[in-house]
């Protein structure tokens, strides 16, 4: 315990790096640990953050230099002369590589990527004007574009980008090189826009939750003043924004007056956040009620079973309550992410278990599903069911449009810090794995904390509790709603967290056992896709079906669940890593199926055979050939 006094004491501020740092917000109920503070032993997510490291952040770079990102800001600096390459909008795509190295190096110290990446910085920050002004887009034959594109252009978008990944810099490293050039550009927005001088808005929500994240770093005020006038949905604002745009952008009128999600659902998703973050430090309940009403809007009619959400791909955008199709779910990497951002804002607001179940949800399957298990390929939809057309190549190294791949990066790589808060009260446990937490009370007190399982896998969860010396306090461990009402022995069940307020001792243990069996779901009957269907669940994982795994590869649409019989979970070291499949029976249509009639009445005996069907960890679709996939089974 000596040891993590001196460990304690000794950090230095560039090491105490949180994903958000709610440390001082007024509205904050719970507030961060560092990413450094914990460590994540073997498990679960083990390979994911290692290939993360290994092969998605490198990989990403070499394609960025074959595809011309980053001679995009060498050709400003005079290091390359050559033509802008890309779409309008992929310097956020290099921040967010950026702000995912940043979260690695927290981790650990990874030399090869380090340098990697301070070279990258340095070409950024090479080719900023003398006025502050950076963007590669919007200079030389497309200057005279600059803040006129508002709807589509994307500039505050990038900086927002650019921000975070600057905070994120000096957090891990103490450098200020990438942020001071951020704030060069803020500073150039704040002379020339705003109250009172050239109206302004952004077309793609980011440039929000990056000045209130700036005004926590800073202190400064006018940041978090500036980021309540891109939510505010100042008059002028308006006056520039055609009417046609409204119903697309996500920011065409006050966040407060929003009674619905619509629109492009990315950008719904981090104006959310956003306006979280300006809750969080200003308290304006206008924005909490505006928030509870989005937020129920989201859980109660236009999230998958997955925790993505974009029903349409016109637009990539929310469609009608229960407009929730499968095969045509638009469902982006980046949209589940955002539900991540938003939910555990919300959190931070209320301590709340309800908020870390849909980011649970989101981040074992609508999110982890975008990225491949070799690491080098990404979905930017994520459907819940594809027909097997060799063309239909959901899963690919580049997308022109690359925000999901660096998004996905600066998760895996920012993992830990969402695994534990602190509270007045005590600790939080919200996410469960083999892990490590060094850190403290919220009194100073230090706290060794550590965990014991094999979740998702198996629900049995040992926490050891080693306080520096004998403390009274409450550890609160999140009771997952998949896991039904769940009454503890002792302590209390408060707002989705197993309450236990004692006297802790060093090495005093505390276990939890959740109910890791898989269990069928049905959706809402006004889900006009999913009538007379269920999704099978086990733990936080969705499961699907791939024809790979059935009887002679039948095409996973020929089969019908039977839904009076239990499934069972079969461990699988052999497949897609290591995983535990569930088989379920089934009938299955027999052969000859496709000679029938289109239509025949109602009530028509059906030729069907008796079988077993067997299902995958969703995450894990299309990880191998093109094949059928489905995520909904109609019910025998």
């Not at 001679?71 to 995912?100: C, H, I, M, Q």
């Amino acid at each position: 315990m000596r040891r993590l006094l001196l460990i304690l004491l000794f950090l230095s501020p560039a090491a105490l790096a949180q994903v958000i740092d709610t440390s001082h917000s007024p509205k904050a109920v719970l507030h961060p640990v560092p990413v450094q503070a914990v460590t994540l032993g073997n498990g679960f997510w083990t390979e994911r953050r290692r290939v993360n490291v290994e092969v998605s952040l490198p990989t990403l770079l070499q394609l960025f230099e074959e595809n011309g990102i980053l001679d995009n800001f060498r050709r400003l600096s005079g290091k390359k002369d050559v033509a802008r390459r890309g779409p309008l909008y992929t310097d956020s795509d290099v921040y967010k590589w950026l702000e995912a190295v940043a979260f690695v190096l927290e981790n650990g110290n990874d030399a090869a990527l380090r340098k990697s990446a301070e070279g990258v910085i340095d070409d950024i920050v090479a080719a900023q004007e003398p006025s502050g002004y950076l963007n590669t887009y919007f200079t030389r034959e497309h200057l005279a574009e600059r803040h006129t594109n508002m709807r589509h252009g994307h500039e505050l978008y990038c900086l927002g980008h650019m921000l975070q990944a600057g905070i994120a810099w000096q957090r891990a490293t103490g450098k200020s090189k990438l942020l001071d050039a951020g704030r060069r550009m803020v500073e150039y927005l704040l002379t020339n826009f705003g109250p009172d001088k050239k109206p302004i808005f952004e077309g793609h929500p980011e440039i929000e939750l990056s000045l209130v994240e700036l005004y926590r770093t800073t202190g400064n005020r006018k940041y978090l003043d500036f980021a309540g006038y891109f939510l505010g949905g100042d008059e002028r604002n308006l006056a520039v924004i055609p009417p046609r745009d409204l119903v697309y952008l996500f920011t065409g009128k006050p966040f407060t007056a929003r009674t619905q999600l619509e629109g492009h659902a990315v950008r719904a998703m981090y104006a959310s956040s956003g306006a979280t973050d300006y809750y969080l430090e200003t308290g304006d309940d206008r924005y909490w009620r505006t928030l509870g009403t989005l937020w129920d809007d989201l859980t109660q009619r236009k999230m998958y079973l997955t925790g993505g959400v974009g029903s349409r791909s016109a637009g990539e955008a929310f469609g009608e309550p229960y407009e929730l199709p499968n095969q045509l779910a638009y469902t982006e990497s980046c949209a589940a992410i955002g539900v991540m951002f938003w939910n555990w804002r919300m959190a931070q607001a209320t301590a709340d278990g309800r908020y870390m179940d849909v980011f649970e949800r989101a981040l074992y399957n609508g999110a982890n599903s975008g990225l491949s298990l070799k690491g080098n390929l990404y979905c930017y939809r994520n459907p819940l069911e594809l027909t097997g057309n060799p063309d239909d190549r959901i899963r690919n190294p580049w997308y022109d449009t690359t925000c999901c791949p660096p998004n996905l990066q600066r998760i895996l790589g920012s993992l830990p810090g969402y695994f534990y808060s602190t509270s007045k009260e005590g600790v939080y446990v919200h996410l469960f794995h083999n892990s490590t937490l060094k850190w403290k009370l919220e009194d100073g007190t230090a706290l060794e904390l550590s965990q014991k399982t094999n979740y998702p896998w198996d629900g049995t969860v040992e926490i050891t509790v080693t306080p520096a010396e004998p403390k009274e306090f409450t550890l609160f461990i999140r009771l997952p709603a998949w896991a039904g009402s769940m009454k503890p022995a002792e302590g209390e069940s408060r707002s989705g967290y197993w309450a236990l307020r004692k006297s802790w001792r060093p090495g005093d243990k505390v276990t939890l056992r959740l109910p890791v069996e898989p269990q069928f779901v049905a959706a809402n009957p006004r889900v006009r896709d999913d009538v007379g269907k269920v999704a099978v669940e086990r733990g936080p994982l969705v499961y699907c079906m791939e024809a790979l795994d059935q009887p002679q590869g039948a095409n996973v649409f020929d089969w019908f669940i039977d839904g009076t019989q239990r499934p069972r979970s079969e461990w699988r070291a052999d497949l897609l890593g290591g995983v535990t499949v569930v088989r379920a029976s089934a009938a299955r249509l027999s052969p000859g199926g496709d000679s029938r009639p289109l239509y025949s009445p109602a009530g028509a005996p059906r030729q069907s055979q008796p079988g077993q069907i067997t299902l995958i960890p969703y995450y894990t679709f299309s990880n191998r050939e093109p094949t059928s996939m489905q995520v909904w089974v109609p019910l025998k």
